[in-house]
């Protein structure tokens, strides 16, 4: 029999005669423009190899002799990915929960046309968990948003009795839904618009944290309005905080004009801002909610959207569907991504270690007046804004944190977010703030 040409684990995994462990960060470069697409320019000159606790990765550097491709160095993740890994990264209790059925309970993999004993599991968990009635597994992020628009149309038509094809779904300048053509429809950025038109109709925008527009938007078209869809905080934006009574007052102008509230919560569920859900916060509660990345432990692609009866029973056979949201793997692990979140009580730590960051955030705002213009955030979503100078570089921090064991990532040319695993410790914080006061004292 002739030898594959795939074997292997880690770093022997060897494709097509090469070995990964023999690549150095310029050859995976190399690699990744010859053969990947260009919509990403990620950080240079590091490839994450591995986990070495649940917040700190060990990265792969060039070396500086002739001998070896890389050093390996640990990287504290101030990221994780984009708040997929609230519950930190290979969660214990997650991973023990995968191996043992995958292996020991033999898990199969099946579609919605036939009932699975898994999707019970989840429906009860996630509902129990968002206060919701119903739920409808997807996978993407970005498919929770997109589903939210579809349901808030038909309920527009078939219960708010809006005319055939003439509904508006009202989105919130800055707004970063994902990247289909319902979520750019909908966005107002222009590299995620540029030669992607025509965009979808029936979608109209108002400035985020501006009640009076939207006030005077419902006033003007509210009887063809189905929905306000947005972010609680927007997180892409830079972490944009609303007033506090930014949000009550959006749910009584939707109650009056018989809108529904439909809230993008992909990035600030799951404990992220304090509260198990950032609406949360803000005591409302809204008809649709959208959720994503944490939903599945940062294990699997996981996504959904949960909201009210009547709302969610729009949706009939044919309407919508995912071959694999909700499958057996990802209902087990969207159990156990909630469980982890309830047993390690994740949102009350994003809640302490959330505090602890802003109080660093803040006497780096009074140290250097001239650099630091803002700080903002809810639990352990932050970020700090610098002065608009082209020294005050935002990616210039990502990379001099870098060098200093930390990963980070501008938001926009000034912003920088911070966004750890809600697992971090006290001390780690310490050590990130230390990091953050060194980068920017040196600009
Ligand atoms: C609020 C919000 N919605 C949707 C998405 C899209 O999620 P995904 O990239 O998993 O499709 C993101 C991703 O950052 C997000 O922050």
Same mark, same amino acid.
């Given at each position: 029999?002739?030898?594959?040409?795939?074997?292997?684990?880690?770093?022997?995994?060897?494709?097509?005669?090469?070995?990964?462990?023999?690549?150095?960060?310029?050859?995976?470069?190399?690699?990744?423009k010859?053969?990947g697409g260009f919509n990403y320019k990620p950080?240079?000159?590091?490839?994450?190899?591995?986990?070495?606790?649940?917040?700190?990765?060990?990265?792969?550097?060039?070396?500086?002799?002739?001998?070896? +491709?890389?050093?390996?160095?640990?990287?504290?993740?101030? %990221?994780?990915?984009y708040?997929?890994?609230?519950?930190?990264?290979?969660?214990?209790?997650?991973?023990?929960?995968?191996?043992?059925?995958?292996?020991?309970?033999?898990?199969?993999?099946?579609?919605?046309?036939?009932?699975?004993?898994?999707?019970?599991?989840?429906?009860?968990?996630?509902?129990?968990?968002?206060?919701?009635?119903?739920?409808?597994?997807?996978?993407a992020g970005v498919?929770?948003p997109d589903?939210?628009f579809?349901?808030?149309?038909?309920?527009?038509?078939?219960?708010?009795?809006?005319?055939?094809?003439?509904?508006?779904i009202?989105g919130a300048t800055g707004n970063f839904h994902g990247r289909s053509m319902t979520a750019i429809s909908l966005s107002d950025d222009p590299d995620s618009r540029h030669d992607f038109g025509p965009f979808l109709p029936g979608i109209e925008l108002?400035p985020f944290?501006?009640?009076?527009?939207?006030?005077?938007?419902?006033?003007? +078209?509210?009887?063809?309005?189905?929905?306000?869809?947005?972010?609680?905080?927007q997180g892409e934006a830079g972490?944009?905080?609303?007033?506090?009574? @930014?949000?009550? +007052?959006?749910?009584?102008?939707?109650?009056?004009?018989?809108?529904?509230?439909?809230?993008?919560?992909?990035?600030?569920?799951?404990?992220?801002?304090?509260?198990?859900?950032?609406?949360?916060?803000?005591?409302?509660?809204?008809?649709?909610?959208?959720?994503?990345?944490?939903?599945?432990?940062?294990?699997?692609?996981?996504?959904?959207?949960?909201?009210?009866?009547?709302?969610?029973?729009? %949706?009939?056979?044919?309407?919508?569907?995912?071959?694999?949201?909700?499958?057996?793997?990802?209902?087990?692990?969207?159990?156990?991504?909630?469980?982890?979140?309830?047993?390690?009580?994740?949102?009350?730590?994003?809640?302490?270690?959330?505090?602890?960051?802003?109080?660093?955030?803040?006497?780096?705002?009074?140290?250097?007046?001239?650099?630091?213009?803002?700080?903002?955030?809810?639990?352990?979503?932050?970020?700090?804004?610098?002065?608009?100078?082209?020294?005050?570089?935002g990616h210039?921090?990502?990379?001099?944190?870098?060098?200093?064991?930390? @990963?980070?990532k501008e938001t926009h040319h000034?912003t920088?977010?911070?966004?750890?695993? %809600?697992?971090?410790?006290?001390?780690?914080?310490?050590?990130?703030?230390?990091?953050?006061?060194?980068?920017?004292?040196? %600009?």
């Open positions: 029999m002739s030898e594959s040409p795939i074997n292997g684990y880690g770093d022997n995994l060897t494709v097509f005669g090469t070995r990964i462990g023999d690549l150095s960060p310029d050859e995976h470069e190399k690699i990744e010859k053969h950080l240079e000159n590091v490839v994450v190899s591995h986990v070495q606790d649940s917040s700190t990765l060990i990265c792969r550097k060039p070396s500086n002799n002739d001998v070896e +491709k890389y050093i390996e160095e640990e990287l504290l993740d101030g %990221l994780c990915c708040s997929a890994v609230n519950q930190g990264q290979l969660n214990q209790t997650i991973v023990d929960a995968v191996i043992a059925h995958l292996t020991k309970e033999k898990l199969p993999t099946v579609p919605r046309s036939i009932r699975h004993k898994y999707m019970s599991a989840f429906l009860l968990a996630i509902s129990n968990f968002t206060e919701m009635d119903r739920v409808i597994p997807k996978v498919e929770a589903l939210m579809k349901i808030a149309r038909r309920w527009g038509y078939k219960i708010k009795n809006i005319e055939k094809d003439k509904a508006i009202v108002v944290n501006n009640i009076n527009a939207l006030e005077k938007l419902f006033d003007d +078209k509210g009887e063809n309005i189905a929905a306000f869809m947005a972010e609680p905080i972490v944009i905080v609303p007033d506090d009574d @930014y949000w009550p +007052k959006v749910r009584k102008l939707c109650d009056k004009h018989n809108i529904l509230l439909a809230l993008d919560e992909v990035q600030t569920g799951y404990g992220r801002t304090g509260e198990n859900f950032a609406h949360q916060l803000y005591d409302i509660k809204p008809d649709l909610m959208g959720c994503g990345k944490a939903a599945g432990g940062g294990i699997l692609p996981i996504s959904f959207v949960a909201g009210r009866d009547e709302v969610v029973k729009m %949706l009939t056979p044919g309407s919508e569907g995912s071959t694999f949201g909700g499958y057996p793997l990802a209902s087990v692990v969207g159990v156990y991504a909630v469980k982890t979140i309830i047993d390690q009580k994740l949102a009350h730590n994003a809640r302490i270690r959330g505090a602890q960051l802003m109080q660093h955030y803040l006497g780096l705002k009074e140290e250097f007046p001239d650099k630091i213009k803002e700080v903002r955030g809810k639990g352990l979503l932050t970020a700090f804004e610098m002065h608009n100078h082209n020294h005050l570089d210039k921090v990502s990379v001099e944190l870098l060098k200093r064991g930390v @990963y980070a000034s920088v977010r911070i966004a750890p695993a %809600l697992t971090i410790e006290a001390w780690q914080i310490d050590d990130l703030a230390e990091a953050i006061r060194d980068v920017v004292s040196g %600009l």
